[in-house]
């Protein structure tokens, strides 16, 4: 399951980060860690970004990141 499986107002737990280094390295910078809770707040009227809480913050993320994204 990936962030973008999630509904709004739904949570999960990172499990591993599937996305390029550049991309990953960035990502774990921001928080988004194994074992971070993550809750789907929206997504944009277009379809993209995403936004979702990760640590107490909002983070507006592109979709094609977020499937990179493996939740528990």
Known sequence: MTIVDLKPGQSGQILELNLSTKIKNKLL???LTPGASVMFVRTAPLGDPINIKVRGFNLGIRR???QGITLK
């Open 29 to 31: 910078e921001l928080g």
């Open 64 to 66: 094609e990141i977020a």
